[in-house]
């Protein structure tokens, strides 16, 4: 049976590989792995955990060890407690993300959720994950957040509300936007569906830049009714 079950995965195995010509993005040497592919298995785990300074409140990476807590956050305080974060926004876990993202390999939420997983996540009541607008998800045809978020829901066993957070109005992408366009352009963009109790939240997002996406959730959040709101995400990434 054993045997049976060896020559099967092999046998998906060649037929995966027909179907994605498995060469590691990263490496551009063969992909050995079924689970990160086609990432290989030696990129994958090069991905580390970001262990450097950062700030206290959104975690942002700092470039010296000064301080504990960022302009930004010094500036305006963010409206959630904190945000826990797996790595940099770049190497293998960048190429991950945007495969995932930008190439629907669905099958890497599931390692990816995982690193968020692994976190120390604190005491939280759900899971809700960023969304997208109605007209970003009819072109994607998934939201990555979501496959990210379910995983970490069923791993850690924490609810899943994928559908009280709601996108209502339709932004620009903000990569392209300065970091006080990337506010303004997602001001009042997000709404909910039902009120809350005081309930702590745990919003899962892919990346983290500027943290304005973080921030206009966690305001609808708090104005819906919850008591807290912490933020995870699987990278960050720094604006130059
Ligand atoms: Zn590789
Ligand atoms: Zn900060």
């Known amino acids: 049976m054993r045997k049976l079950q060896g020559a099967f995965k092999s046998l998906a195995y060649s037929i995966l590989n027909t179907i994605y010509p498995l060469k590691c993005p990263v490496c551009k040497r063969p992909s050995n792995s079924l689970l990160y592919s086609p990432i290989c298995r030696n990129c994958w785990s090069g991905i580390k955990r970001y262990e450097g300074a950062s700030c206290r409140i959104c975690s942002e990476p700092f470039t010296s060890d000064a301080g504990d807590i960022c302009g930004r956050c010094l500036m305006e305080r963010p409206p959630f407690a904190g945000v826990i974060t797996y790595g940099l926004y770049s190497d293998t876990l960048k190429e991950a993300i945007n495969l995932l993202k930008f190439s629907s390999v669905k099958r890497l939420a599931k390692p990816l959720g995982m690193l968020i997983a692994k976190l120390d996540i604190p005491q939280v009541d759900m899971i809700v994950p960023v969304p997208l607008s109605i007209k970003r998800l009819r072109q994607r045809g998934f939201n990555q957040t979501l496959l990210i978020g379910r995983v970490v829901s069923k791993t850690l066993d924490i609810p899943l509300s994928s559908e009280l957070l ?75």
Do not use: H, I, W
């Open 166 to 240: 709601y996108k209502k109005k339709e932004t620009l992408p903000q990569a392209v936007l300065s970091a006080s366009d990337r506010a303004r352009n997602l001001k009042n963009a997000f709404a909910t569906r039902s009120r809350l109790k005081g309930e702590t939240v745990l919003l899962v997002d892919d990346v983290m830049t500027t943290g304005a996406t973080a921030r206009e959730c966690s305001k609808t959040l708090l104005k819906a009714g919850a008591g807290k709101v912490f933020v995870a995400t699987v990278a960050r990434a720094v604006m130059l």
